[in-house]
């Protein structure tokens, strides 16, 4: 009798641990479709500024700085070489004020709707890889290169004139908050800024190479780094829980690229082969969406019900949620 306890009460314990490894590695299917080739060359960055109009940036590192936009949310493309060097990031102030950064620290702006575009600042040998309007008059942009080389960049009078600062560790995104305050993250680092980016404090966030942090609120924010770490904050960055970490041998090998978050509960990470993760708990759950085209993804825009992913190929595809 008591032996028949004992293999009820094994039983018992080996379908709870089979029902929780099951939970962990849950997949989910969503429809994908594939919207257009617009460039032969990476899609590094792509922003909605509004409910019809998407913009975006990319090109090849030495030879081709492209501006993509559509005014169809998407259906419909045009493509326009700006540069001779790769751009990686984009920004708008207004419909029409867009402002992007790129290698060789190239900076342009455009006021017209991306039609033309002039040179603002050019940071000689630095690779520019983000670059966001905080306001009116300030403009942040950081990067660097080989890891250690640092840079951020601040303009006070719409990027007419700027103060550069160097890091020890290469800076790859930004984030504004409602706060308001910003963050910087990049190798084995995260800073923020309470005073539109005149200083920096460092954060308790290290171990990756942080390269994209979103913030859904002044208090909640994900981090993410380049070997798949996921880090997570609910007091604007005073402390940060590690949800994921990408150095660890038991989890499976992933190289995250970008994160967004709709709301302050649904969340998205994109990364290389077709990596898509899911949340719909503010990030520390995360679901792996299956059936997804192989594809390196490198940039990623929300819209109604679903989104668009830039990829290293230059194809841009559509995922509808379920």
């Not at 990049?186 to 290290?206: F, L, N």
Request: hydrophobic share 35%; charged share 20%.
């Amino acid at each position: 009798m008591k032996q028949s306890f004992y293999n009820f009460q094994f039983c018992t314990l080996s379908i709870a641990f089979c029902i929780l490894i099951s939970s962990c590695q849950k997949k989910k299917e969503w429809q994908w479709s594939e919207l257009k080739q617009i460039s032969d060359y990476e899609i590094a960055d792509l922003k909605r500024v509004n409910d019809s109009t998407i913009i975006g940036v990319g090109g090849e590192r030495y030879l081709h700085g492209e501006f993509y936009i559509s005014l169809d949310n998407g259906k419909n493309w045009s493509k326009k070489e700006i540069i001779d060097k790769q751009l990686y990031g984009i920004s708008f102030l207004t419909e029409d004020t867009f402002i992007v950064c790129g290698y060789d620290g190239k900076i342009l702006q455009s006021t017209n709707s991306g039609d033309n575009w002039s040179v603002t600042q050019n940071f000689m040998w630095r690779l520019m890889r983000t670059v966001a309007w905080l306001n009116d008059s300030i403009i942040i942009s950081c990067g660097g290169s080989g890891f250690t080389g640092g840079i951020i960049s601040r303009s006070t009078d719409k990027g007419l004139s700027w103060k550069t600062d160097s890091l020890t560790s290469e800076m790859r995104a930004l984030c504004q908050t409602n706060e308001p305050a910003i963050y910087c993250c990049g190798y084995g680092k995260i800073i923020k800024s309470k005073d539109e980016g005149a200083t920096w404090t460092q954060q308790r966030a290290t171990g990756d190479f942080f390269v994209s942090i979103s913030f859904s609120s002044s208090d909640h924010g994900v981090a993410i780094g380049l070997a798949g770490t996921i880090l997570i904050t609910d007091d604007g960055g005073e402390n940060w829980k590690k949800i994921r970490d990408g150095n660890s041998i038991t989890n499976q090998s992933w190289t995250f690229r970008k994160i967004i978050f709709r709301d302050i509960n649904k969340g998205y990470i994109i990364g290389d082969k077709g990596l898509l993760l899911y949340t719909t708990d503010g990030g520390n759950q995360w679901i792996k969406i299956k059936n997804i085209p192989t594809k390196n993804f490198t940039s990623i825009v929300l819209t109604d019900n679903g989104g668009i992913v830039g990829s290293e190929e230059g194809i841009l595809l559509q995922f509808l949620e379920e």
